[in-house]
């Protein structure tokens, strides 16, 4: 009976460490660009406490998958795509956590021109989409695992840079999750677009000046709900916003550089996040490729580090639910660099292993 009952206690600790080292992986989906027909959307996992990442896997064969969404407490996958004719699509896909397989649910031809960016509501029963080239934002109602289209708004303006603001390029969309209002970062016309969202769609309120020529591209929210960060993808800076008495991040509190004072080559700024805690900002850079460390503090960004060992073409990056790792798309390499993150300083250090994959350009963890 002795050792019947040691037999069991045995089992059961190594059944425990066996649970608790599949619960340490997150799932992560991986978007790529300028891909062949073989190639498509991957997978891969992260271990959250070592930072190991395995080996990426292709999850389905689409063209230039070059933004994806996540729905994890609906088990669904979202991909901007193309299809063999060129022709724009919005996928949808149900997710295998344990495997991380997907299944093909539905595939909806866009109207939009240089779809960049798709996102969900805080509802979770709608897709808002940004398009590029043709300067459009527009949504979608989710229905019986498919998209339907309910609204498109065609925004307007110009900027000083005459190569990259003749005309408006809608070039990233989210809700504040501490309000009702949606933001548009529009790169031509150096504005961020504020809407609101019902049953037909998306309508816009309001919108907020940026400064000339900056180029808004991606912006983050604080998860305290008092600071919206901007990254500026002309300029190469990051802008910080505080809410007006209407609750629209409206009031410039700061604008920061994303280049140390000896660069003078092109470089041109893409993606920006808070870390879970809210207490550290990052922001990435190409052509001088770097990760941007600042510390909040007091709603101030204090400069850490430019972080640039392992980086190349920083296009996406993302950081993973315990906050533990930061995770890079590096494009022009052909990986995923992980980065142990000091929860205390908010430095970055570059851990050996990567995940090789073609022309990686958006990060999305399932959580």
Same mark, same amino acid.
């Given at each position: ?64 998958? #070059? ?24 996928? @949808? ?12 649910? =539905? ?47 065609? !925004? !307007? ?5 005459? =190569? ?34 019902? =049953? ?21 929210? =604080? ?21 007006? @008495? ?28 808070? @870390? ?58 052909? #990986? ?30 399932? !959580?």
């Amino acid at each position: 009976m002795y050792r019947f009952c040691f037999l069991l206690m045995v089992l059961a600790v190594l059944f425990s460490c066996d649970r608790q080292r599949v619960d340490n992986k997150v799932l992560v989906y991986i978007g790529t660009t300028n891909n062949d027909s073989l190639k498509g959307i991957e997978y891969c996992f992260l271990d959250t406490v070592s930072g190991e990442i395995s080996q990426p896997q292709l999850a389905d064969k689409i063209l230039n998958p #070059n933004f994806l969404e996540v729905d994890a407490q609906n088990g669904l996958l979202f991909a901007i795509g193309e299809r063999s004719d060129k022709k724009s699509v919005l996928k @949808s896909y149900g997710v295998d956590e344990k495997s991380g397989q997907i299944t093909p649910l =539905s595939s909806s031809v866009l109207n939009g021109q240089g779809p960049c960016y798709v996102a969900l509501d805080k509802s979770l029963d709608k897709l808002m989409l940004a398009y590029y080239n043709s300067g459009e934002v527009a949504s979608y109602v989710l229905s019986d695992g498919g998209v339907a289209f309910l609204r498109k708004i065609k !925004h !307007h303006g110009k900027g000083p840079v005459l =190569s990259r603001q003749k005309a408006v390029h809608a070039h990233s969309i989210d809700i504040d999750p501490g309000s009702h209002f949606i933001y548009a970062a529009d790169l031509g016309a150096d504005k961020l677009m504020v809407y609101t969202q019902d =049953s037909m769609g998306l309508t816009m309120v309001d919108s907020v000046m940026c400064k000339p020529g900056s180029g808004p591209r991606h912006f983050d929210f =604080s998860p305290h709900g008092d600071l919206m960060a901007l990254v500026n993808e002309l300029d190469c800076t990051v802008s910080t916003f505080a809410k007006d @008495s209407a609750g629209i991040y409206r009031k410039v509190l700061q604008e920061v550089s994303l280049l140390p004072d000896t660069f003078s080559g092109f470089a041109k700024a893409a993606d920006i996040h808070f @870390s879970p805690d809210g207490k550290f900002l990052y922001a990435s850079n190409r052509g001088y490729d770097c990760i941007g460390v600042f510390k909040v503090h007091e709603r101030k960004l204090e400069w850490v580090d430019f972080v640039t060992e392992g980086i190349k073409w920083p296009r996406n990056f993302a950081i993973d639910p315990s906050g533990n790792f930061l995770v890079v798309a590096n494009r022009d390499v052909n #990986n995923l660099s992980v980065y142990q993150r000091n929860k205390r300083t908010g430095r970055l250090t570059l851990l050996p292993g990567v995940a090789q994959v073609e022309r990686p350009i958006c990060v999305k963890f399932y !959580h």
